[in-house]
């Protein structure tokens, strides 16, 4: 079992930053890599970023990639996502994601074991 809670969304002008964070805690969570979608309105859930167990593997979708930066204190079990030259196309519902599967992430996200109850980010122009 793995709980998530998200926190750090909020309202930030175009070209603002914000960071949110993602407190992983239960048996599991120090072996899962931990990952971050986001859902806009009327679109489906698109995915943004992940990192591995050992916080030394990152990944990240071509619309975040060189912007957003995800990391991973491993002590705390604590992920946090730092977004950077924020655009309203990055506003929606951002929500942590965790799994002992890597590759799901990527390949089969409605799989996903573990899933927090999302944190809302609005960019406005």
């Known amino acids: 079992q793995v709980q998530l809670v998200e926190s750090g969304g909020g309202l930030v002008q175009a070209g603002g930053s914000l960071r949110l964070s993602c407190a992983a805690s239960?048996?599991?969570?120090?072996?899962?890599?931990v990952g971050w979608f986001r859902q806009a309105p009327g679109k489906g859930r698109e995915y943004v970023a992940s990192?591995?167990?050992?916080?030394?593997?990152?990944d990240y979708a071509d619309s975040v990639k060189g912007r957003f930066i995800i990391s991973r204190g491993n002590e705390e079990n604590r992920v946090s996502l730092q977004m950077n030259s924020l655009k309203p196309e990055d506003t929606g519902v951002y929500y942590c994601a965790a799994d002992i599967n890597t590759r799901k992430f990527r390949l089969d996200p409605a799989r996903l074991d573990y899933w927090g109850q999302g944190t809302q980010v609005t960019v406005s122009s």
């Open positions: 990192i591995d167990r050992s916080g030394r593997s990152m």
């Open positions: 239960g048996r599991t969570a120090s072996r899962s890599t």
